[in-house]
């Protein structure tokens, strides 16, 4: 022990030494440690943050059945009209990256309460909007308030949630957001019926303003930057920044030394890192004086982390597989709605009720997976002798795997010839739950991977849904015209195979890849 150096050849004391410094940054000591809170305190905190990412998600397509309505009422062109969708993918799905950064400097509720704010903004001037490109632009504000919950409510319950229990509380978590979508259709398509389209921005109004004043006067902030790498880093950078201004000389000098060793610093630094790192967090946080150093935003490049995550190659291919994935549901949602309209000629509130099937599905698949998961690593680290490592979690989704493609195939002929939608409502409670079993665990995945920066990660994550979900959306109406039904979602289901393909990649090889990612740090 009194010995600095790992034994090279010794692949099980090296893999569990590092395992331990990965794990250590989530369980440095703190004051009101988050993960020690009651379960009421716990379930308050879930239940704000899941209502936040359904308000959020419902912004998404709560519109859609009420484009036609405000074509007419703004004089807008069909492509003005798919503008209000591709600006709201876009800010959305990559907007978080600045809200994660400063949710690790200042905290999480503080990005929550302007967030909703913005929130709040966006949805009344969409409101009151006399003009198509005031909608487009108050679209882009409203994604960038709405984004917030999204990128960064995982995170927070992984500062109050310990790992075994994440798979559980994710999969009730993200059945919210799948919740939203759902529903969507349905409140849009009655609210323009009964009163306008404008009364779907007032009923998104208001849902801002409760969750607003829920985090307000409910929501205890977890955020400990004790926890945080990216805070630890940004601290430390200003700490050595400010000694060499105070110390110019001295920082000269020891610069000049340290050249003259003979021993290359990095490899020094890569011989200390895995018994030094717990100590190295305590030694920065608890520097004397560290109440009065104040970091700001302007502390923080939010790219270095988004880059840092996707250096990792066990990063970048879940990324893909989970923008895959949420490119496909809205592919899905889209084009599923056209069908209805067109060949069965529904309204639509009868074409939300029918996409309703999809998100029922979606939420039983997580929740349900999330339970399954948390059991398989229960089971597997008993196995294990009680020690874990992250793709471990990926083993629970090689269940819905077998069962996804089967069903896209099903959905693509059953529409190709406009069989009865009974069989497409079953169809789609497959895919939606199929598909979110497999979401859940590998977002949970993501989590577990990357220790003291799953913000940054989950908003990585939302980057990879949104540009991908942005592609599909736009690609969805001409491949649907020229392939029809049963080939485009033929196509899909051998896309989501190639997906499942990575995910048993990363479950495979993603210890040894991060384990060499650590090593080149």
């Given at each position: 022990?009194?010995?600095?150096?790992?034994?090279?050849?010794?692949?099980?004391?090296?893999?569990?030494?590092?395992?331990?410094?990965?794990?250590?940054?989530?369980?440095?000591?703190?004051?009101?440690?988050?993960?020690?809170?009651?379960?009421?305190?716990?379930?308050?905190?879930?239940?704000?943050?899941?209502?936040?990412?359904?308000?959020?998600?419902?912004?998404?397509?709560?519109?859609?059945?009420?484009?036609?309505?405000?074509?007419?009422?703004?004089?807008?062109?069909?492509?003005?009209?798919?503008?209000?969708?591709?600006?709201?993918?876009?800010?959305?799905?990559?907007?978080?990256?600045?809200?994660?950064?400063?949710?690790?400097?200042?905290?999480?509720?503080?990005?929550?309460?302007?967030?909703?704010?913005?929130?709040?903004?966006?949805?009344?001037?969409?409101?009151?909007?006399?003009?198509?490109?005031?909608?487009?632009?108050?679209?882009?504000?409203?994604?960038?308030?709405?984004?917030?919950?999204?990128?960064?409510?995982?995170?927070?319950?992984?500062?109050?949630?310990?790992?075994?229990?994440?798979?559980t509380t994710m999969g009730i978590f993200f059945a919210a957001p799948l919740l939203g979508p759902a529903l969507g259709p349905i409140l849009g398509g009655s609210l323009s019926q009964a009163f306008n389209w404008r009364a779907s921005f007032y009923f998104l109004l208001i849902c801002a303003g409760i969750v607003f004043l829920s985090f307000l006067f409910l929501f205890k902030d977890t955020y400990r930057r004790e926890r945080s790498l990216t805070y630890c880093s940004a601290l430390q950078r200003l700490l050595t920044s400010k000694e060499r201004v105070q110390n110019p000389d001295e920082s000269i000098i020891a610069e000049h030394e340290s050249s003259k060793d003979q021993t290359p610093v990095k490899d020094t630094e890569k011989q200390l890192k895995p018994l030094d790192f717990a100590d190295h967090i305590s030694a920065v946080i608890s520097t004397p004086g560290l109440d009065d150093v104040k970091l700001s935003i302007k502390?923080?490049?939010?790219?270095?982390?988004?880059?840092?995550?996707?250096?990792?190659?066990?990063?970048?291919?879940?990324?893909?597989?989970?923008?895959?994935?949420?490119?496909?549901?809205?592919?899905?949602?889209?084009?599923?709605?056209?069908?209805?309209?067109?060949?069965?000629?529904?309204?639509?509130?009868?074409?939300?009720?029918?996409?309703?099937?999809?998100?029922?599905?979606?939420?039983?698949?997580?929740?349900?997976?999330?339970?399954?998961?948390?059991?398989?690593?229960?089971?597997?680290?008993?196995?294990?002798?009680?020690?874990?490592?992250?793709?471990?979690?990926?083993?629970?989704?090689?269940?819905?795997?077998?069962?996804?493609?089967?069903?896209?195939?099903?959905?693509?002929?059953?529409?190709?010839?406009?069989?009865?939608?009974?069989?497409?409502?079953?169809?789609?409670?497959?895919?939606?739950?199929?598909?979110?079993?497999?979401?859940?665990?590998?977002?949970?995945?993501?989590?577990?991977?990357?220790?003291?920066?799953?913000?940054?990660?989950?908003?990585?994550?939302?980057?990879?849904?949104?540009?991908?979900?942005?592609?599909?959306?736009?690609?969805?109406?001409?491949?649907?015209?020229?392939?029809?039904?049963?080939?485009?979602?033929?196509?899909?289901?051998?896309?989501?195979?190639?997906?499942?393909?990575?995910?048993?990649?990363?479950?495979?090889?993603?210890?040894?890849?991060?384990?060499?990612?650590?090593?080149?740090?």
């Amino acid at each position: 022990m009194s010995k600095p150096q790992l034994p090279r050849q010794d692949t099980d004391v090296e893999s569990s030494t590092a395992a331990a410094s990965t794990i250590d940054i989530e369980h440095v000591p703190v004051n009101d440690d988050p993960r020690q809170w009651s379960p009421a305190r716990k379930t308050t905190t879930l239940c704000i943050v899941s209502l936040a990412t359904m308000v959020s998600a419902l912004a998404s397509n709560i519109q859609n059945p009420s484009n036609s309505l405000i074509e007419v009422d703004l004089h807008a062109t069909s492509s003005q009209i798919s503008w209000t969708l591709a600006a709201f993918l876009v800010i959305q799905g990559n907007f978080p990256l600045l809200w994660s950064a400063a949710s690790e400097i200042k905290g999480r509720k503080p990005v929550y309460l302007v967030a909703s704010a913005l929130f709040m903004v966006g949805n009344a001037a969409l409101a009151l909007s006399k003009t198509i490109e005031v909608m487009i632009g108050m679209r882009a504000l409203q994604a960038a308030g709405s984004c917030a919950a999204m990128a960064i409510s995982a995170a927070t319950l992984a500062d109050i949630y310990d790992t075994h229990e994440r798979g559980t509380t994710m999969g009730i978590f993200f059945a919210a957001p799948l919740l939203g979508p759902a529903l969507g259709p349905i409140l849009g398509g009655s609210l323009s019926q009964a009163f306008n389209w404008r009364a779907s921005f007032y009923f998104l109004l208001i849902c801002a303003g409760i969750v607003f004043l829920s985090f307000l006067f409910l929501f205890k902030d977890t955020y400990r930057r004790e926890r945080s790498l990216t805070y630890c880093s940004a601290l430390q950078r200003l700490l050595t920044s400010k000694e060499r201004v105070q110390n110019p000389d001295e920082s000269i000098i020891a610069e000049h030394e340290s050249s003259k060793d003979q021993t290359p610093v990095k490899d020094t630094e890569k011989q200390l890192k895995p018994l030094d790192f717990a100590d190295h967090i305590s030694a920065v946080i608890s520097t004397p004086g560290l109440d009065d150093v104040k970091l700001s935003i302007k502390d923080i490049n939010p790219f270095p982390p988004y880059f840092r995550i996707l250096s990792r190659k066990n990063n970048v291919l879940i990324l893909i597989a989970n923008g895959i994935i949420f490119g496909f549901s809205y592919s899905l949602s889209y084009t599923c709605s056209r069908t209805l309209a067109h060949a069965y000629g529904y309204n639509a509130l009868s074409v939300g009720l029918v996409l309703l099937c999809l998100g029922i599905g979606s939420i039983a698949g997580s929740v349900i997976g999330g339970r399954w998961s948390d059991r398989v690593l229960a089971k597997m680290m008993e196995a294990n002798g009680g020690k874990w490592y992250a793709e471990m979690r990926l083993e629970s989704s090689k269940l819905a795997m077998w069962w996804l493609p089967l069903s896209v195939i099903g959905y693509a002929w059953v529409c190709e010839k406009h069989v009865n939608v009974a069989v497409i409502c079953v169809m789609l409670v497959l895919i939606g739950f199929t598909s979110i079993w497999m979401y859940t665990g590998t977002l949970a995945y993501l989590v577990d991977a990357n220790p003291g920066c799953s913000c940054t990660a989950v908003a990585a994550n939302s980057s990879f849904r949104g540009s991908l979900a942005f592609v599909s959306i736009m690609i969805a109406v001409p491949l649907q015209d020229a392939l029809g039904d049963g080939w485009l979602y033929s196509v899909w289901a051998g896309v989501l195979v190639a997906t499942e393909l990575l995910v048993i990649l990363v479950l495979c090889k993603g210890e040894s890849w991060r384990r060499e990612s650590e090593e080149h740090k």
